[in-house]
């Protein structure tokens, strides 16, 4: 793979990690009391114009 492709991936899945953790930690925070539980998380990854669909799959314990 090309380095431009290497770099705009890694661009790409910075912005989807600092993104997303910021959007958990706002939503956690907005439940209220969250601790001692467990919640399950979901992530679809896609891509217009090619045939990519990944999922992730996890669980996120409360703070």
Sequence with gaps: MSEDF???MRKFLKQVGVTSQQAI???MRNAGDTA???YEAKV????DG???EHV???KIEGA
Excluded: F, H, R, Y
């Excluded at 679809?44 to 891509?47: E, K, P, Q």
């Design 6 to 8: 290497n770099m705009s």
């Design 25 to 27: 930690e706002d939503a």
């Design 36 to 38: 001692g539980k467990s």
């Design 50 to 52: 090619i045939a990519l």
């Design 44 to 47: 679809v990854l896609t891509i």
């Design 56 to 58: 992730v799959t996890g």
